[in-house]
């Protein structure tokens, strides 16, 4: 009897456990949103700013070594309304990149993955020289880490000052500039760490390590609860930490 108490409590705290950490990777609600669950992302929608909030993926080993192939077909996300429907031409001409939040190279898993990762909700307005260079470099870093560790969390979204730059010539839709990226990172575990990462909306040619800082600061810029599933003792600890050293950076 005492062996099947001990076996239906484990059961029990297995399942609630799994209920805990259920899409860990999501933050907690913004008043507002519009939230887009796809089958490889879950994407908080601004339809103010016509850009995401945040995007947020569990990245793992069989979605970076997939073998599905980069299809480059920017769309219209057809999970939003029409009148905030941003498509592949509000960007044209404007200097800007079509910036990837989640990374198509994060989606190679299967072609719904990688047709879903191009819709334009997925999109920010992005210095070129940023998107390919420094912030392609971080999304590389992010990819070795999620082989090494089996499995991290990623968030990823724009950063905001008051009264940005305005893409976009369609009537009604005007894409706001983002002043800066964040991007934050948890690996689960026998010791669980958490790390963020902020840069602004232009060109580096500097180490990703002057970039690092804490979760709590991206919290305290973009206004977002990261991770809030996790349990307030540990979320309190990682949150604060900024060790890019036990990252092997």
Known sequence: MNKLRSFLVSCLLMAMNIGVYAQLEKPAPVKGEILLRH??????????????????????????????????????????????????????????????????????????????????????????????GAWNDLEIQCRSWACNYKKIYVVSGPIYKDNPLRIGRRKGFRIAVPDSFFKVVLMMGKTPKAIGFIYGNRNYNDDIRDHAVTVDKVEQLTGLDFFPQLDDRTEKKIEAECKPAAWGI
């Open 39 to 132: 089958s490889a992302y879950i994407c908080s929608f601004n339809t103010d700013r016509l850009t995401p909030n945040y995007v947020a993926w569990c990245l793992t080993p069989d979605r970076v070594n997939g073998k599905t192939k980069r299809t480059d077909f920017f769309d219209g996300d057809p999970m939003i309304q029409s009148r905030y429907r941003v498509i592949h031409g509000d960007y044209s001409n404007s200097r800007y990149d079509r910036g990837h939040m989640c990374p198509a190279a994060d989606n190679r898993q299967s072609l719904t993955a990688m047709t879903e990762c191009f819709y334009m909700t997925n999109m920010c307005p992005q210095n070129h020289g940023l998107n390919t």
